[in-house]
């Protein structure tokens, strides 16, 4: 028996990538393939797993000093930025989405929003924005969100005649509304409701002293002499001159002509009285309550139901009158409600120009 040759191992197997392959057979060996793969397998976990272990040691120092400085070290308050404007406008019954804000901070930022807007009603609402920071830096940012019914128009509330026993009342209700009026004063009253009216940021204008048609109207002389009269008292009550006046009966009044021999002095008046820097004004709305309303419920009426949509109303009213006065806080709430703001009468607000008669 002859012996069978045995072909040594490297030419039955040859090397090909590492792993042993037989060409006659033209398959791998099992026993090395699998050993190979497993050796390789191992190998390369070890390798990720080793990476990945160098990047969580690294990350959690990052993290640990990130920490350690929010916590102790930081000075810095978050930056808090609206986004949208400070003051919104929002017409009664719409919705109100809140931009929100903006929070820039390294460390962890707990955010809150305090207050709350009734679209329902008009008025002006807050609202806050807090951010706090790990270490307790505080940044805070407020808007203001005004809820108004649409413009309707301009509303001038004037008075004549006083001051009188009922000023002071309507100078609370006036305040309890912040709305500003204008007073056309002649030499009753007491100087301190004259001084309120200016401090509380009227308009404090002139009727004449004496309010006497009979003396006012006789002539030009009679007319200043009286106006200088009622300038030099709210002069020395102010210390400032107004240049803001009201004709006794209005520039159209007919009163006048008894009086004036003539001479047309309501005409000479008009111009007169602009030459010497003045400008004077009538109104569009009479209450009636110097004849024809004599009830807080018709003054009420008379105004609100007569206002100018779209334009200025400028209302004729009496703070002599008690039942006049009790009228305007019927007419601010409409107005309000209703779209209308409300101005104190100055050089170039609309001055209601009555057609002259004589
Ligand atoms: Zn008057």
Request: aromatic share 12%; net charge negative.
């Amino acid at each position: 028996m002859g012996s069978i040759p045995v072909a040594p191992a490297t030419k039955r197997f040859s090397i090909s990538f590492l792993f042993c392959y037989n060409k006659t057979m033209r398959r791998y060996h099992p026993a090395i393939l699998y050993t190979e793969i497993i050796v390789w397998g191992v190998l390369l976990f070890t390798i990720l797993g080793m990476l990945f272990a160098a990047d969580i040691v690294a990350g959690a120092e990052i993290s640990d000093k990130r920490g350690d400085f929010c916590a102790r070290v930081d000075t810095d308050a978050p930056v808090l930025t609206l986004v949208g404007d400070n003051s919104i406008n929002l017409t009664l019954g719409a919705e109100f989405v809140d931009p929100g804000v903006e929070v820039a901070d390294y460390c962890d930022v707990e955010q809150k929003v305090d207050g709350e807007v009734n679209s329902a009603a008009t008025g002006e609402y807050k609202i806050t924005y807090t951010a706090t920071d790990e270490r307790g830096n505080i940044a805070s940012v407020e808007r203001v969100i005004s809820v108004h019914p649409e413009y309707r128009g301009t509303i001038y509330l004037t008075f004549d005649d006083g001051p009188g026993v009922y000023t002071s009342a309507l100078l609370d209700i006036l305040k309890k509304y912040n709305v500003k009026a204008t007073f056309f004063v002649t030499g009753v009253g007491d100087d301190d409701l004259i001084l309120r009216e200016y401090q509380e940021g009227h308009t404090v204008g002139l009727h004449t002293w004496s309010h006497d048609y009979a003396y006012i109207y006789q002539n030009l002389d009679t007319y200043f002499a009286d106006l200088a009269r009622i300038q030099e008292r709210v002069k020395n009550i102010t210390g400032e001159e107004s240049h803001i006046i009201r004709f006794p009966g209005g520039s159209s009044n007919t009163v006048s002509a008894r009086y004036d021999g003539g001479t047309r002095i309501m005409s000479a008046l008009a111009n007169e009285v602009e030459k010497r820097g003045y400008t004077y004004f009538d109104w569009n709305i009479s209450s009636g309550d110097a004849g024809g309303a004599n009830s807080s419920d018709a003054v009420y009426y008379n105004v609100v139901e007569r206002l100018v949509d779209g334009g200025s109303s400028v209302i004729l009213q009496h703070d002599i009158k008690g039942f006049s006065v009790d009228a305007v806080e019927g007419i601010i709430k409409y107005g309000l409600d209703h779209g209308f703001v409300f101005e104190r009468l100055t050089k170039d607000s609309f001055t209601a120009h009555h057609g002259i008669n004589n």
